[in-house]
């Protein structure tokens, strides 16, 4: 089973990104941002820079389930300060997300 990883990067802090899990798991969507977000799958971690950036992808939790079965976290990281893959690996925060 695949994990999708959803990049919101519009969230600096860890406040922030509970805040926004929690308004996502209100309106019953996975992901919900303004700016653009990249999916990848678990397999993809060692190229996980600034290459593969997809437009803003919206899908409701029925969509997410559809693809992989399940979503196991979320990650987010602010763009405004990655200047290289080393400052972007130290910026990621996971959490988990379950839909059982």
Known sequence: MKSIKFIISDCNN????????????????????EEPS??????????????????????TRYEIMKVCGKVDYIESR???NTKNMQQL????????????
């Open 38 to 59: 990249r999916i990848m799958d678990e397999t993809d971690e060692q190229t996980s820079g600034l290459k593969a950036v997809a437009n803003l992808i919206i899908l």
């Open 89 to 100: 690996s130290n910026n990621l925060i996971k959490l988990r997300l379950c839909f059982d």
């Open 78 to 80: 602010d763009l405004k």
């Open 14 to 33: 860890l406040e922030t990104i509970n805040e926004e899990v929690e308004r996502q798991e209100d309106s019953d969507m996975c992901m919900l941002t």
